[in-house]
């Protein structure tokens, strides 16, 4: 299961007194046999540093390792992951968690699930929605840091050339011109117009439909040539269609080469986002924001604060996956127990944690945004 907040929340309120293991380990989202075996191995190493670990109870979670060990030999469980594992694991048995970005390899050891570094990566949003704007198939995908799929859209028309040709909807697009019995044809331009018009309206009623049924808020990016992207977005009643968008024929593009397109406008939107809670903290008084962990913990203790921010993860080339781009990788060794106190106790009171890429600030001491 990938992470969500439902999860998270489950994971947050565990508080039995047993001995609970941490472990999270960056992985590959596109299989082949040398990347299968090298997450393989990573996991491996973090079993056998964790039995390693004095602070480690064999008696009370030997049951568990047992079974932990069993999946390395599980290669179909290492097959088609996302950027990153999370194993949360106490005497009763584990639970596995693919991560919507890549971490570093940490494990830890408590009487407590380490879970500071999701509410981190929960700050990120679950993905975001690509809409093809085509004359041929249009299509509703939804999409994340390392997947898209095609979404089954109810009601959702065919071509635009098989849905002006349905008798019914032909008839309904016939308007008389003069005398009983005349009518334009579509070959004008102002039929072609208005049977586009009406294509366009049938294709977002049932994107908003869907949407707004299921009360999505992600962000929707549209793919296609600038006049249909435009004609479509009057239509749209959707309130969270970015204003930018992917120029081109989408109808040449798999799932892959969407993602490649949209990914960067999410990432960009993301990026200026961030800042602006950056820019929010500076512009304030002393009164309203605080820094370091004493302070922002009698903030959290007043129940004063709003956005708890962290300065969790970098963009770096160095990563599982190599390449020339950078990518989002979660530091876990800035989340000592310092930080995951802070994050337990800030969502107690209501606060939002806030991931801030690292150089955000002057230093990497936690910062509070304050109600008052």
């Given at each position: ?31 082949s046999s ?11 190493n ?49 639970e596995?968690v693919?991560?919507?970005h ?8 408590d ?6 570094p999701?509410?981190?990566m929960?700050?990120?949003?679950a ?21 898209c799929?095609e ?25 008389q011109?003069g ?11 102002a ?65 892959q ?15 200026v ?7 929010e903290?500076?512009k ?15 903030a ?21 996956r ?8 979660f ?19 209501g606060?939002?944690t ?6 955000a600030f ?6 509070a945004?304050?109600?008052f």
């Amino acid at each position: 299961m990938i992470i969500n907040e439902t999860i998270f929340k489950q994971l947050l309120q565990t508080n039995n007194a047993d001995q609970k293991l941490s472990i999270y380990l960056p992985t590959h989202s596109a299989s082949s046999s040398q990347t299968v075996n090298e997450d393989i191995i990573r996991f491996k190493n973090s079993l056998k540093a964790i039995r390693l670990d004095e602070d480690y109870d064999e008696l009370e979670l030997s049951e568990t390792m047992e079974a932990l060990e069993a999946l390395i030999d599980d290669v179909e469980f290492w097959k088609h992951r996302t950027l990153g594992l999370a194993v949360f694991a106490d005497a009763h048995g584990y639970e596995a968690v693919s991560l919507t970005h890549e971490v570093t390899q940490a494990h830890y050891i408590d009487e407590r699930y380490v879970v500071s570094p999701l509410a981190s990566m929960l700050s990120f949003g679950a993905g975001y929605f690509i809409l093809e704007v085509n004359h041929t198939n249009p299509r509703l995908l939804h999409a994340t840091t390392f997947s898209c799929e095609e979404i089954n859209v109810p009601d959702m028309p065919d071509s635009f050339q098989s849905t002006v040709e349905n008798v019914e909807y032909s008839k309904e697009l016939q308007h008389q011109s003069g005398g009983t019995g005349t009518f334009h044809g579509h070959t004008d331009d102002a039929a072609i117009e208005d049977d586009e018009r009406r294509y366009y309206k049938s294709i977002a009623h049932a994107v908003d439909v869907h949407l707004m049924h299921e009360s999505q808020t992600e962000p929707l990016v549209m793919v296609g040539v600038e006049e249909r992207v435009a004609g479509l977005r009057k239509q749209l009643k959707y309130a969270h269609v970015l204003a930018d968008y992917t120029e081109g024929s989408s109808t040449s593009m798999n799932e892959q080469a969407l993602h490649d397109h949209t990914y960067p406008l999410i990432d960009k939107l993301d990026d200026v986002r961030r800042q602006a809670i950056v820019d929010e903290y500076e512009k304030n008084d002393n009164t309203h924001v605080v820094a370091g962990v004493d302070d922002v913990k009698a903030a959290v203790a007043e129940h004063r604060v709003e956005k708890l921010l962290l300065e969790g993860f970098r963009r770096t080339t160095d990563s599982v996956r190599g390449g020339y781009d950078p990518v989002i990788v979660f530091q876990l060794d800035y989340y000592d127990d310092s930080i995951e106190t802070l994050v337990r106790e800030a969502i107690a009171q209501g606060a939002e944690t806030v991931a801030l890429s690292e150089g955000a600030f002057a230093d990497k001491a936690p910062r509070a945004i304050c109600r008052f």
